[in-house]
């Protein structure tokens, strides 16, 4: 092969890994990671893009060029020459793959083995899925609609189900593990940095299962630990706000004065003043007593009524008074 075309063939190489790699940084591909867990699936992520990256180039390189240089002209009817097979070539070709996949088994395993290390005082959560909630139970054996979980800590997750095959996820913390009916699955996690995640049902389970969200709170030690001394009391805040967190809102609808709270699948409860203008239903307060209640009599133009009709029978009364002055109070 001449000098010229190993050039060609590394140009076009160079320029495919350039466009591709731009690609894969700067686009946010997955979110930032918030556990120790988290950080290394990344990194395995990343291993694996490296490498694809580097066979992706190479592979249009030699495209690229076979195209432009052995294209037969359009007055050229003449067979090609007799080539058959190239040994070294083949060998090349089968042990370079065989390397790389072999090294992105030895690193998986490597992390799915660290992944699963518990430490030895872990601290114990379990999960308990249903159609269509997530129930988080502590050691001091209190029960939530969300998790609280403790920085820089070993939490092991006991996750099971009651009904039908569920699976927890959260982006940020990367794992996912299946949560089946009679049987204990676990999952290991670390967290790394505060703040407000989403978790989310990734098993179709049901008509409501786009609607089986809960969130989790990573808030420092210390603070986690007055939480679950205090018999794991609701984060400080309007009383209508753990109303809100515990019966999963935030999951569906967007509210900026409650963390987390960024669903899209219903209406935007910052803009309520105006919907319910819109609606005309009689003032702010009945309207959105009778939304909850009955999410059926006055449907938001634009969506589709997929909200839960049990609110009026889960939330206690006292609660949805407080859940309502709330919402009435946070809308803008
Ligand atoms: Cu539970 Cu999908």
Request: hydrophobic fraction near 45%.
């Amino acid at each position: 092969m001449r000098r010229g075309s190993i050039f060609q063939l590394l140009g076009i190489a160079a320029i495919a890994a350039v466009i591709t790699s731009l690609v894969a940084v700067l686009v946010p591909w997955l979110p930032i990671p918030a556990s120790k867990e988290a950080g290394r699936i990344h990194f395995v992520y990343w291993f694996t893009t490296v490498i694809c990256i580097a066979v992706f180039a190479v592979v249009v390189a030699v495209m690229t060029y076979s195209v432009l240089k052995f294209r037969a002209r359009p007055d050229d009817d003449s067979d090609g020459p007799p080539i058959h097979g190239h040994t070294k070539l083949e060998i090349v070709w089968t042990a370079i793959p065989a390397v790389l996949v072999t090294a992105i088994s030895i690193v998986s395993a490597i992390v799915l083995a660290q992944n699963s290390r518990t430490g030895s005082h872990p601290l114990v959560v379990k999960v308990n899925a249903v159609q269509f909630a997530w129930k988080f139970t502590y050691p001091n054996g209190k029960s939530y609609g969300y998790m609280t979980l403790p920085k820089g800590r070993h939490v092991k997750l006991d996750i099971t189900a009651n009904d039908v095959i569920h699976s927890f996820w959260s982006p940020e913390l990367s794992q996912k593990q299946d949560a089946v009916p009679g049987q204990h699955t676990y999952l290991v996690i670390t967290p790394t940095r505060t703040g407000t995640f989403p978790v989310i049902c990734t098993e179709l389970c049901g008509l409501g299962h786009a609607l089986m969200r809960s969130h989790v709170t990573i808030i420092p030690a210390p603070k986690f630990d007055s939480w679950l001394k205090s018999g794991g009391q609701a984060p400080a805040g309007p009383p209508g706000l753990a109303v809100f967190e515990q019966s999963g809102c935030g999951g569906c609808h967007t509210l900026t004065a409650a963390p987390g709270a960024n669903g899209k699948v219903g209406p935007d409860l910052d803009n309520l003043k105006q919907a319910a203008a819109k609606a005309n239903r009689g003032p702010l307060a009945a309207f959105i007593k009778e939304s909850i209640v009955k999410p059926d009599a006055y449907i938001a133009p634009g969506y589709q009524n997929q909200m839960p009709t049990s609110f009026g029978t889960s939330i206690p009364p006292d609660k949805l008074t407080q859940l309502v002055q709330y919402l009435e109070q946070s809308a803008k």
